[in-house]
C-alpha cells in the first residue's frame, strides 16, 4: 500500500520502485524495526533526503543538553518500519565542535543499524574525508552519492563501483532533489542491515608501534566497560589524547542518548 499519488509518466523506475513500497509515516511511528543515522558533510542534500523517505510531518527537538535542533521521522519500506535521524551536518569527526560530537556520539554510542552517509558527486574529494572517518566507526553504512544531476551537468562522472569496492561498502548514485535513486538506496540499507550485503569498511592500518598499542589497551576496555561499542576506535582515540572520548568513558555517558522532543507539522 502506498500513500504516494501515481509517478508522472516517463518518470525514473528506480524512484517508481520506492514508491511502490515507501509508506511515508512522518510522526506516526512508536515502534520500528531498524534506525537509520544520516549523516554528511553540510549542505549535501541530507534533508532532502530525509523528507523524501519520511515525508512532511517530523518530530523536531533538540539533542539533549545542546541546543543543536535533531530531526526524526519514520516511514516503513517493504514491510519494515524504519526510524530515520538526521545528523546536523560535519566536515569531521574529529574536533571538538558540538555538531561533530552529536553526530559521532550518535553513530558510536546511538548504535544505528545503518549510517547513509551522503556525499557530494560534485566534491567528492572533500567529502571522502568524513567518509572514512565514519567507516572507522561502524561497518554498517552505506553511500548515497547524492547531486548525480548536477555532476551530470558539470560533466563529472564517477565511478560508483571503483569506489564502492575501494570503500568496502555500497555506493548509491543518487539525485534526492528529484527523488532518483531513493528506493535503490533504501534496498541497499535493508540488505546491509539484514546481512545481505556483507561490508568490509576500508580501515586506516597502523605501525606495529600503534598496533601493540591498540590491542594492549581493547582488553583493558573490555573489561572495565563490557558493552562498549567499537573498542578499537575507542583506543585509537584515548590514544590519540581525544578528551571527548575520555571524558564520555569516565562520567558513564555512553547510553544517554535520548532526546527532548517538541512536535512541528512542517
Ligand atoms: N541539484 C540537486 N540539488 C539537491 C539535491 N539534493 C539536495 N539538493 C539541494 O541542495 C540544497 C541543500 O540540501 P539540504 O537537504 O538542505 O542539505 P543538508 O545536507 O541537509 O544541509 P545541512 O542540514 O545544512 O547540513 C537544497 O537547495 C536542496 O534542494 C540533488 O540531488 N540535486
Ligand atoms: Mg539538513
Redesign the pocket.
Known amino acids: 500500500m502506498s500513500t504516494q499519488p501515481a509517478p508522472p509518466p516517463g518518470h525514473d523506475c528506480d524512484s517508481c520502485a520506492m514508491q511502490e513500497h515507501l509508506v511515508q509515516m512522518g510522526i506516526i511511528l512508536d515502534k520500528w524495526d531498524y534506525v537509520i543515522a544520516l549523516a554528511?558533510?553540510?549542505?549535501?542534500?541530507?534533508?532532502?533526503?530525509f523528507n523524501a523517505l519520511t515525508g512532511l510531518k517530523q518530530h523536531t527537538g533538540n539533542w539533549p543538553g545542546k541546543t543543536v535542533a535533531r530531526a526524526e521521522g519514520g516511514f516503513e519500506f517493504n514491510s519494515k518500519r524504519f526510524k530515520m535521524i538526521?545528523l546536523?551536518?560535519t566536515y569531521s569527526l574529529l574536533s571538538a565542535s558540538v555538531d561533530e560530537e552529536i553526530a559521532r556520539d550518535f553513530i558510536l554510542f546511538g548504535r544505528p543499524d545503518c549510517t547513509v552517509i551522503?556525499v557530494d558527486a560534485t566534491m567528492l574529494e572533500r567529502n571522502l574525508n568524513l567518509v572514512l572517518q565514519i567507516l572507522e566507526i561502524t561497518d554498517k553504512a552505506v553511500v548515497c552519492l547524492?547531486?548525480?544531476?548536477?555532476a551530470k551537468r558539470k560533466g563529472i562522472e564517477v565511478e560508483h563501483r571503483t569506489l564502492s569496492r575501494e570503500l568496502g561498502v555500497p555506493v548509491v548514485p543518487?539525485?534526492?532533489?528529484?527523488k532518483d535513486g531513493l528506493g535503490l538506496l533504501m534496498r541497499t540499507v535493508a540488505e546491509v542491515i539484514q546481512g545481505e550485503i556483507k561490508t568490509s569498511p576500508r580501515r586506516i592500518t597502523g605501525n606495529k608501534e600503534l598496533n601493540h598499542a591498540v590491542d594492549t589497551l581493547i582488553p583493558m576496555l573490555e573489561a572495565t566497560y563490557p558493552d562498549l561499542p567499537n573498542t578499537r576506535w575507542i583506543a585509537m582515540r584515548l590514544l590519540d589524547g581525544d578528551y571527548r572520548v575520555r571524558q564520555a568513558l569516565e562520567r558513564g555517558e555512553l547510553s544517554r542518548m535520548g532526546m527532548t522532543v517538541t512536535e512541528t507539522v512542517g
Open positions: 554528511g558533510n553540510p549542505n549535501v542534500g541530507k534533508s532532502t533526503v538526521d546536523p551536518g551522503v547524492n547531486l548525480m544531476d548536477e543518487t539525485s534526492a532533489r528529484n
